[in-house]
């Protein structure tokens, strides 16, 4: 991993070491796709300009969406191991308190956590272009406080409906005592929200740096520490159910200010720059691209939040059983989601350093990467599914419905892997608009409402994720037909029009005039 700061792009292959030579030319319409022509060239050859084979150049490649990738995964991991943790150790309590708890991270999941993550991938498509497109490393600084500022404006909307939810989760036809349980857990887990934004800011600033294994590090830590407090908090104190919340509140705000120290004390402080009023400005684009991020990742979400919905109108039962699989399926989606982050970046370095050809290749290997892990998670959930819930509650009946609907949730992981790579991949182009109208045509127009008639036509709990299933699939095939078919030079273009061109042509004036006066 290359140090931090460095404007070329990060690899461990000559081939791309070669990309860190570029024009010194402002990129326009005419002269990137000149631009990219050239350097299209110069991947294919080695720092003596010999020829590399095109196996060679994929290899490559996988090992570097690999290598990034498995610290991204490890750390979503033990993120979602969090909430995780607070649901096994609520679920000890009773079948209601497990899907009380359950229901309600799955709706902080599906409107707080998206500004977190849905939100943040905004950062993921401006500063990886900019780490390596721009001549100013504090214009990256820029992108992270802009993000601050718009993200917790985001945030405001969504505590107060947390705050007032107990009515809505009724008029969604959620019995008595989770809607009104769910709307004080919702309410006392608001303030950690607010550290879980700030902690995947920090975080996708440093990815944008190529700095990956930061966010794993710290969660190493408060993971752990997680598991103690909601013990403590829930067992111990005697705060029942609601210590779940604080425990995890004081989990992300731990977590935020870990990473934020390491940043300030380790690695990636030289692109702060400080705070600047630069940060208000051009705060639409950052805006656009941020709530097409939560519409992209939201449309998918959501869909599951529906389907919990529908399962708590099922009985009890069915939706214990849904939390079980809900619970560890946010567990699973970590794999697909942090190839899709590490990809974003990649291809966002790519766009930014004006290598069409290599931001092509990166897409296409991630997709492929993304479905081989698909593989290897069907085959482990297939293996397990007669004692899978055993993990969550010891209820035979949930342990039962649990394991008939298991095969349905281990068939989509494939597509689910396909679905994640190339989300990230039109993340890091900024198309996130496309992703978004890819999930809502299948999900909301075709698969969803299939599921909910199956659910109630006999096919039960089993009847939703068929549904989800097909969704899926189509997603990810969508998905992947747009990028393979994509105009990569045109999206090196667009990648530099999103940058902060006036900023950075001021910096550079100021360092002419600087270099004059000396």
Not at 338 to 359: F, H, I, Q
Request: proline content about 3%; overall charge negative.
């Amino acid at each position: 991993m290359p140090r931090a700061g460095s404007l070329s792009v990060p690899s461990s292959g000559p081939a791309i070491r070669r990309l860190s030579v570029v024009s010194e030319e402002d990129p326009n319409e005419r002269t990137a796709l000149l631009q990219e022509e050239s350097t299209s060239t110069l991947v294919e050859q080695d720092e003596d300009g010999n020829p590399i084979p095109r196996s060679r150049v994929i290899l490559q490649e996988f090992w570097i969406l690999i290598r990034g990738s498995i610290p991204v995964i490890l750390a979503y991991a033990l993120q979602n191991s969090l909430q995780t943790v607070s649901v096994l150790v609520v679920g000890r309590l009773s079948p209601e308190a497990l899907a009380t708890a359950a229901f309600s991270y799955m709706f902080a999941m599906a409107t707080g956590w998206l500004i977190a993550l849905g939100g943040t991938t905004a950062i993921d498509t401006l500063a990886s272009a900019t780490f390596t497109g721009s001549k100013n490393l504090h214009d990256l600084g820029v992108i992270l406080q802009r993000a601050v500022v718009v993200l917790t404006a985001f945030y405001i909307p969504i505590v107060v409906l947390w705050f007032f939810s107990e009515p809505l989760f009724i008029a969604l036809g959620q019995e008595d005592y989770i809607a009104r349980d769910s709307a004080r857990f919702l309410a006392v887990l608001a303030p950690g929200g607010l550290g879980y934004i700030y902690f995947e800011c920090v975080k996708k600033y440093l990815q944008a740096q190529e700095i990956m294994r930061p966010g794993t590090y710290v969660l190493l830590i408060t993971s752990p520490l997680n598991g103690v407090l909601n013990y403590l908090f829930i067992n111990t104190w005697g705060f029942g159910l609601m210590g779940a919340p604080i425990a995890t509140g004081i989990s992300y705000w731990l977590s935020f200010l870990l990473l934020l120290s390491y940043a300030r004390f380790v690695a990636g402080w030289q692109c702060w720059g400080g705070w600047s009023k630069k940060c208000l400005q051009n705060t639409g684009t950052f805006a656009r691209l941020a709530f097409l991020g939560v519409v992209h990742i939201g449309t998918e979400w959501w869909a599951f939040e529906i389907v919990a919905i529908v399962a708590g109108q099922l009985g009890t039962i069915d939706l214990a059983a849904q939390s079980v699989i809900m619970t560890a399926d946010q567990v699973m989606n970590t794999i697909p989601f942090g190839v899709g982050v590490a990809t974003s970046a990649r291809v966002g370095n790519l766009l930014g350093a004006r290598d069409a050809t290599g931001a092509a290749r990166a897409a296409n290997c991630a997709a492929w990467l993304s479905m081989l892990l698909g593989v290897v998670v069907l085959a482990i959930l297939m293996g397990t599914r007669e004692h899978f819930a055993l993990l969550f509650n010891d209820d035979r009946k949930v342990v039962k419905l649990t394991a008939e609907v298991l095969p349905y949730v281990a068939l989509f992981q494939i597509a689910d892997g396909l679905n994640g790579s190339c989300g990230g991949a039109l993340r890091g182009m900024g198309r996130q608009h496309v992703g978004a109208a890819v999930n809502i045509v299948s999900y909301y127009c075709g698969a969803l409402p299939l599921g909910i008639y199956l659910a109630f036509h006999g096919w039960g709990l089993v009847g939703l994720w068929v549904g989800q299933c097909i969704a899926l699939y189509l997603v990810g095939a969508l998905e992947w037909v747009i990028v393979a078919w994509s105009d990569w030079g045109h999206e090196v273009n667009k990648a530099f029009l999103r940058m902060d061109r006036r900023a950075s042509v001021l910096s550079e004036i100021e360092e002419e005039e600087t270099d004059v006066e000396a």
